[in-house]
């Protein structure tokens, strides 16, 4: 008998500190999601760099980067995307474009939108990226 109220008392412990780890965790959660620019893992850096965004079946726009990460962007965009879209982003000088995930997409003003990009891999060398031709881009 005393074994099995030694048992529920541990097994009682062990429940009310997991409840109250799990409150913690959910306030946290919960003040991240209400502070979304102080929550990034990787620091984005501002870098103008022209790609080219599409679906898998047609080309979009010629747009540019207002600032990147390792795995991610946010463009320009005069097209308004849906959130969690597979896109298709391709660097000028690349061959093969990249598969990227939106993640958002704000209205600015007059036309544009910001958009963010998430790349499930490190994609590209987004400073090396830097030196292309813009003339040959905006043509």
Same mark, same amino acid.
């Given at each position: 008998m005393i074994?099995?109220?030694?048992?529920?008392?541990?097994?009682?412990?062990?429940?009310?500190?997991?409840?109250?780890?799990?409150f913690f965790q959910r306030e946290r959660i919960l003040a991240a999601l209400n502070r979304p620019e102080e929550h990034r893992l990787e620091t984005r850096i501002p870098t103008r760099v022209g790609l080219e965004l599409s679906r898998?079946?047609? @080309?979009?726009?010629?747009?540019?980067?207002? /600032?990147? =990460?390792?795995?991610?962007?946010?463009? @320009?965009?005069?097209?308004?995307?849906?959130? /969690?879209? =597979?896109?298709?982003?391709?660097?000028p000088q690349e061959g093969c474009p990249s598969r990227a995930r939106i993640t958002y997409c704000q209205p600015l003003k007059g036309d544009e939108f910001a958009t963010g990009l998430q790349f499930s891999d490190l994609i590209y060398d987004w400073m090396a990226s830097r030196s292309l031709h813009w003339r040959e881009i905006d043509a």
């Open positions: 074994w099995f109220m030694t048992i529920l008392i541990f097994l009682g412990t062990l429940i009310a500190v997991m409840l109250v780890f799990c898998p079946d047609e @080309l979009c726009e010629i747009t540019f980067t207002e /600032n990147v =990460s390792p795995h991610g962007a946010r463009v @320009l965009s005069k097209r308004r995307w849906s959130p /969690n879209d =597979s896109v298709l982003v391709k660097l």
